[in-house]
């Protein structure tokens, strides 16, 4: 008896993923619960385990294609129990093609262009909307229109348009004398010096949802700059006591995300988001943190941050940074958040303009602590300096709310005996 492979539910409206590699081949023995596939989302990794024991007796999807939850990925046929009656999750043997459930109806042309939205994934709308198709123009090879069937659409009506114009006799160019093999084309001359790569479903994401913030948001930036020197000399007298006490080390990130927090309770449109012609306020406070993983740009979230403690915060932070480096962030810990703080210091940025991270409205911004001269009471003094910013979203944060809540900011950290006595 066989059983599929499919694909699982991959979390709240995550509905396709990227086959990475199997880790099983045809033919191999396979044991309950053993992962025999892996899988990448925009958001996460999966492993998807055997659901029996037996042999992988046949691979319907390969490595570097795009999958929906409920696709047959492959089949198991069980080692113990072969049935010889022929049931509807029979699989084609060994050796062979996988085939789906039932054949597939072919639906006719009118039906395809009276309802091509019921039958388009979601990568394949994404191709459409960014190329401006028709899709009621686009045929599929299947009973529903895919990727591939929008570039080969693309590709050919790419063609028509390179199909030249015949020039009228009368105003035909002579042949140019020179060789064209004089002049190799630009293709040719970079043609081994150039490498593709297809890009990771996670950056396909990112580099989506950058540009859908930049399209349907009013982004503004507001900076300002914060003397670390009292946060710094707290931190130095209290790293080796935290350490000992809590097992962590007293970083910068608590401070900020509890700061952030105090601020955000007095400006709450900035941890709200957008709905329809609605403003959604939150009374809780999910913060995420900005980590730069391997596979790109990953934001886990410390949930009911107000809630935690300076060593619980600290904790979570380099647990959920470990976990993105590794890959096993899960969905639970990357979904979700009302507020996002990113740190291009660690890079050595000394000043960046962060761009929101849907459907949040704002995000802080910090930067590299760089010793400088400044002004205090009329005296030049040498201090350690960062600029932060903080990028809002102007349709529901107007600037007075936005520059007040950088300027709380900056007021917490400077006082961080205040900040530790306020929680």
Do not use: C
């Not at 409920?70 to 072969?82: H, P, R, W, Y």
């Not at 709308?125 to 028709?134: F, G, L």
């Not at 596979?295 to 959920?320: M, N, S």
């Not at 470990?322 to 990357?334: M, P, Q, R, V, Y």
């Amino acid at each position: 008896m066989a059983k599929n492979i499919v694909v699982p539910h991959l979390g709240d409206s995550v509905i396709e993923a990227t086959i990475i590699k199997w880790t099983k081949q045809q033919g191999d023995t396979v044991k309950l619960g053993e992962t025999v596939v892996e899988l990448e989302t925009e958001k996460a990794n999966f492993e998807v385990a055997a659901e029996v024991t037996g042999i992988l007796a046949s691979i319907a999807k390969k490595a570097d294609e795009d999958v929906e939850v409920g696709d047959i990925l492959g089949t198991i046929e069980v080692s113990a129990g072969k049935q010889d009656t022929k049931d509807d999750t029979k699989e084609p043997a060994k050796g062979t093609e996988a085939a789906p459930e039932a054949p597939a109806e072919e639906v006719p042309q009118e039906k395809q262009q009276e309802e091509p939205e019921t039958r388009v994934t979601p990568v394949a709308r994404n191709i459409a909307e960014q190329n401006k198709v028709d899709l009621s123009q686009v045929v599929p090879e299947g009973n529903r229109i895919t990727k591939d069937d929008v570039e080969k659409h693309l590709e050919s009506q790419k063609t028509k348009e390179e199909v030249p114009q015949e020039v009228p006799s009368e105003k035909k160019i002579p042949e140019s004398p020179v060789s064209p093999e004089l002049f190799p084309s630009l293709s040719q001359l970079t043609a081994n010096r150039e490498r593709r790569m297809k890009m990771s479903r996670r950056r396909r994401t990112i580099a989506r949802r950058l540009v859908e913030a930049q399209q349907t948001a009013a982004i503004l930036s507001t900076f300002n700059e914060i003397d670390m020197s009292n946060v710094m000399e707290l931190r130095s007298r209290k790293k080796d006591d935290f350490r000992e006490r809590y097992g962590v080390s007293l970083g910068f990130s608590s401070f900020f995300i509890k700061a952030s927090i105090g601020a955000l309770k007095l400006f709450p449109e900035i941890n709200a988001e957008i709905q329809d012609d609605e403003i959604v306020y939150k009374d809780y406070y999910d913060i995420g943190v900005a980590v730069g993983a391997e596979g790109g740009l990953v934001v886990p979230v410390i949930r009911e941050a107000d809630r935690k403690t300076f060593a619980q915060i600290e904790k979570e932070v380099r647990e959920l940074a470990e976990k993105a480096n590794a890959n096993t962030l899960s969905l639970d810990e990357i979904f979700g958040g009302t507020f996002t703080i990113t740190n291009g210091g660690v890079y050595g940025s000394l000043m960046s303009t962060p761009i929101l991270n849907p459907p949040q409205v704002a995000i802080l911004g910090l930067h590299k602590i760089e010793e400088r001269p400044v002004a205090v009471n009329g005296d030049i003094v040498i201090k350690p300096m960062m600029y932060t910013a903080l990028s809002y979203d102007h349709r529901i944060v107007d600037g007075k709310e936005a520059v007040q809540f950088l300027v709380k900011v900056k007021e917490l950290i400077e006082d961080p005996e205040t900040l530790l006595i306020e929680g």
